[in-house]
């Protein structure tokens, strides 16, 4: 199979996407300047911005000059900070496509503007020095904002989202999904609606980045011109390399993010590898690392998803699959939505995506996807997420629990389908079977799970259309019930109903409706 690559987009198609992304964003960055900032302050950046909206085409650089030295002023008043003048300059250039200029002069003119700012130091005698405070808003003061969001019901813009599951089944696979989506302004499956295109920010502790993590975007069909991988940060001094941490190196990923200027999500995968040393486990401990992700991500209003694993359910395996998120519980109080990556108990390659907590919006269906390959280039191979066309309906607990089960019984000499066909053939070797007693049976010997029928066990359905098994209705009415039958056994027995057998199925514990002998 060939793979077709997408023709990288013209500069001129790049400036429109960012043109789109940042008028969809300028209302909710007003509002967060005002709240932020303040009334005034918020007004300064406005007036700024619309001043060289309004001027002339041949215009439009000289009322961008002006409008820096306009918010230079106003951070030598101190309405402003001095760290935000860069930032919002930069998206005053981008919205207008640098006014054909490079970037290398649109960064010599707001370096030059800052470089004018002198903020008169404040003295503070001990009278006056700053206490400790509260920081709070009155309610009136606050006006209600719209949720938006990148997966629509899933993945909320400016909001941690864990995505959890086993090893191996596909949750990396899943990122590059994700990024490949976002980064086209794709659809999302199953009719879910669509994304407004932008960047991703990526990091990946456990993947190599060419020979997985590129391959798995080339699959996707992501756009790799809007994806950043972050391979590792400077050290403290700005020399050498060391692993990105959540405990001091969030200032960094949001600078990194506004220069960019246009991301829209942020992949951490997995979360457990960026925690500075911390194991995760401890409630404070972790809150003091997640809350500045969270900030920044809330402040610049990008999505952040963050993978993790699931810890084997205690309880006899009553834990329910929220419980089971690795690490401290304060991961998943700190993510507004979480979903699971779950194995289809009844089919190896099929998976799941389901829902384990949504704080924000109402609850999603399922999706079920499974795993293919594909050729991404000379003789390099990768696997790519095909969603199919319908939700699915399965509680996140039950298809975890059955999905462990299952997969705890691979190991046992009973479980296989071989192991299956032999006790169909000595339970029915003697005659017609009450389905209900089969099953009972088959749990006694550890081959079905509790409170599992047959027509739900995969292995009990291969081995009756192995064996042409036929299930036939006995009798009418409300006495009536089913039974399985191999296709040489004659439909009476040999003797009587109950009597002793020694080539017959074991009769001496109770049917299933409570008779002495299981057909009856």
């Not at 640098?98 to 970037?103: D, M, Q, R, W």
């Not at 009719?191 to 502790?205: C, H, N, Q, R």
């Not at 066309?389 to 691979?410: F, M, Q």
């Amino acid at each position: 199979m060939t793979f077709q690559s997408r023709s990288p987009l013209t500069p001129a198609e790049l400036a429109k996407r960012a043109q789109v992304l940042n008028a969809s964003r300028e209302p909710i960055l007003a509002k967060a300047d005002a709240r932020q900032y303040g009334e005034r302050a918020a007004g300064i950046i406005r007036d700024c911005k619309r001043d060289v909206a309004l001027a002339p085409a041949d215009g439009k650089l000289v009322a961008f000059e002006a409008a820096a030295a306009t918010l230079a002023a106003a951070v030598a008043d101190r309405w402003l900070p001095k760290a935000i003048i860069a930032d919002r300059l930069q998206e005053v250039a981008d919205a207008h496509s640098s006014f054909g200029k490079s970037p290398e002069e649109i960064q010599r003119i707001i370096s030059d503007a800052v470089a004018k700012i002198e903020v008169p130091p404040i003295e503070l005698s001990p009278k006056t020095a700053p206490k400790r405070r509260l920081i709070a808003h009155r309610a009136s003061d606050l006006e209600p904002e719209k949720l938006v969001w990148v997966w629509p019901g899933r993945i909320p813009e400016g909001k941690l989202v864990l995505l959890g599951g086993p090893p191996g089944l596909g949750k990396s696979q899943l990122t590059a999904f994700m990024s490949a989506t976002v980064s086209n302004g794709g659809h999302w499956p199953c009719g879910e609606g669509s994304t407004l295109p932008g960047d991703v920010i990526f990091m990946s502790a456990e993947d190599g980045v060419q020979d997985t993590i590129i391959p798995r975007l080339m699959a996707a069909g992501a756009d790799r011109e809007r994806v950043h991988i972050v391979s590792a940060a400077t050290k403290p001094d700005g020399t050498g390399r060391k692993t990105f941490s959540l405990k001091t190196d969030v200032d960094l990923l949001e600078e990194m993010a506004r220069k960019i200027g246009t991301v829209r999500l942020i992949i951490v995968d997995p979360i457990s590898a960026y925690m500075g040393g911390s194991d995760g486990n401890g409630n404070v401990e972790t809150r003091e690392v997640l809350e500045p992700l969270a900030d920044m991500a809330n402040r610049l209003r990008i999505a952040v998803v963050a993978v993790t694993h699931l810890n084997k359910g205690g309880g006899a395996g009553n834990q329910s699959a929220l419980n089971r998120f690795a690490g401290s519980i304060a991961f998943v109080a700190a993510a507004r939505a979480a979903f699971a990556v779950i194995e289809d108990p009844e089919d190896d390659e099929r998976r799941f995506l389901l829902q384990a907590k949504n704080n924000l919006g109402k609850k999603c269906k399922g999706l079920a996807f499974r795993l293919e390959q594909r050729l991404v280039g000379d003789d390099v191979m990768s696997s790519n997420v095909m969603f199919e066309g319908d939700h699915v309906s399965e509680s996140i607990d039950e298809a975890l629990s059955a999905s462990e089960s299952r997969g705890t019984r691979k190991g046992q000499s009973g479980g296989g389908k071989e192991d299956v066909m032999q006790f169909l053939r000595d339970i029915l070797s003697a005659g017609p079977v009450d389905v209900l007693e089969v099953e009972r049976q088959a749990r006694s010997a550890a081959l079905l799970e509790d409170d599992k029928r047959l027509s739900k066990s995969k292995a009990f359905r291969d081995a009756r259309t192995e064996l042409g098994i036929k299930s036939t209705r006995d009798g009418f009415g409300p006495g009536s019930r089913y039974v399985l039958e191999l296709p040489d056994a004659p439909w009476a027995p040999k003797n009587p109903m109950g009597a002793p057998s020694q080539t017959r199925a074991p009769m001496d514990d109770l049917g299933a409706h409570g008779e002495v002998g299981g057909s009856q």
